[in-house]
């Protein structure tokens, strides 16, 4: 019988091998997968909890917020508060930063999430998850604003997700590869089943929003059409389309098993860059799927050099098999 490593164990032993998860780090980290376990009880309750189905509000989003949404939002600012490791946070639910109040200490992280990430699946039993990035408030900056935020997502120090699906996963990485934890609800731990997690270089599925067709731009177009044209096309092969519309476990499957996930810029609003946002979605996915040896640019550039002008700010999303990503933004004329 493999000996079963927790969470926590595996943290401390990494710290002893490369020293990336200081105490705090470590604290944080921990505290945000305990925030996922409350939250998967809730998630998995459904009905029984009485807590499905819309809340009478909307978020910064402008998207109507559902009554999981704000308990999710609401559990992982509670947990977070009171440690000592964080000066500040910031949520797609939330308007403004959230500065850690007076009455706690102040630390020197800033944590940013995606609380309920999906959530129009809620309703429907499909997978949904939450989405976290870890920064370092910057150096000698006197208390903290939502300046100390903008930060390109390749000073990200930790990020993850949870994914609430058939298991309860936790994904991360520190900088030194992806790690994978699934909830052993029996211990009421996170147990290590992946490490050094890795993306084939190429793939044959991918995954868009194809009632989006005819709002993309000419390169999207391009790509998607010769998916659609299988063995008798210019790719030589057929490819398999997959959308969940969470990208919690659309990404999940590309980590597990390869691919290619796009939300571009479309014509809808042109005025955006695109649905998802940068700070709590792109950029910790980005950093696991490169960390995995994939790829994520917006098209134009890698999407953890893009620098950020403002906190719900969003972005065109193409990553996952690297030489998928590549082809694609080639198309887009920057390679
Ligand atoms: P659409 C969920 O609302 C989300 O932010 C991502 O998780 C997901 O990939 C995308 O939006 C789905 O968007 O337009 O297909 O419903």
């Known amino acids: 019988m493999t000996k079963k490593i927790s969470l926590t164990r595996?943290?401390?032993?990494?710290?002893?091998v490369d020293g990336h998860i200081p105490g705090d780090l470590r604290l944080l980290l921990e505290v945000v997968a305990r925030s996922c376990k409350s939250i998967s009880q809730a998630v998995n309750k459904g009905d029984?909890?009485?807590i499905l189905g819309a809340a009478d509000t909307e978020n910064v989003q402008g998207e109507m917020q559902k009554q999981l949404d704000i308990i999710a939002n609401e559990v992982l600012i509670e947990a977070n508060e009171w440690g000592g490791h964080l000066a500040a946070m910031a949520s797609e639910e939330m308007d403004s930063i959230y500065v850690v109040p007076n009455r706690y200490p102040q630390g020197e992280y800033l944590l940013m999430f995606d609380p309920l990430d999906g959530s129009s699946n809620i309703d429907v039993n499909v997978s949904i998850g939450t989405i976290f990035s870890v920064l370092k408030k910057p150096e000698g900056s006197p208390g903290?604003?939502?300046?100390?935020f903008l930060q390109p997502g390749s000073q990200q120090v930790a990020a993850g997700y949870c994914v609430y699906g058939p298991q309860t996963t936790l994904v991360l990485t520190v900088g030194d590869g992806v790690v994978m934890f699934s909830l052993d609800r029996e211990q009421g731990s996170f147990v290590l089943i992946k490490e050094n997690v890795e993306i084939p270089a190429d793939t044959k599925e991918f995954a868009i929003n194809m009632?989006?067709?005819?709002?993309?731009?000419?390169p999207v177009k391009r790509y998607v059409d010769e998916c659609l044209a299988g063995k008798e096309g210019p790719r030589g092969k057929d490819f398999n389309m997959r959308w969940v519309a969470s990208m919690v476990a659309d990404v999940h499957r590309i980590l597990t098993r390869g691919g290619v996930f796009l939300y571009p810029w479309d014509k809808r609003e042109p005025q955006k860059a695109g649905k998802l946002r940068l700070m709590y979605?792109?950029?910790?996915?980005?950093?696991?799927?490169?960390?995995?040896?994939?790829a994520a640019t917006n098209g134009q550039q890698r999407i953890l050099d893009i620098q950020p002008t403002k906190l719900h700010e969003r972005v065109s999303?193409?990553?996952g098999s690297k030489n998928e990503v590549e082809r694609i933004t080639s198309y887009h004329g920057t390679l």
Do not use: K
């Not at 009632?211 to 000419?218: L, P, T, V």
């Open 211 to 218: 009632s989006n067709m005819r709002h993309w731009d000419e």
């Open 281 to 294: 979605e792109a950029n910790p996915m980005s950093w696991l799927v490169e960390q995995a040896g994939g």
């Open 317 to 319: 999303v193409i990553l």
């Open 10 to 16: 595996y943290l401390v032993e990494q710290q002893r």
């Open 144 to 148: 903290v604003s939502e300046a100390d």
């Open 48 to 50: 029984l909890g009485g």
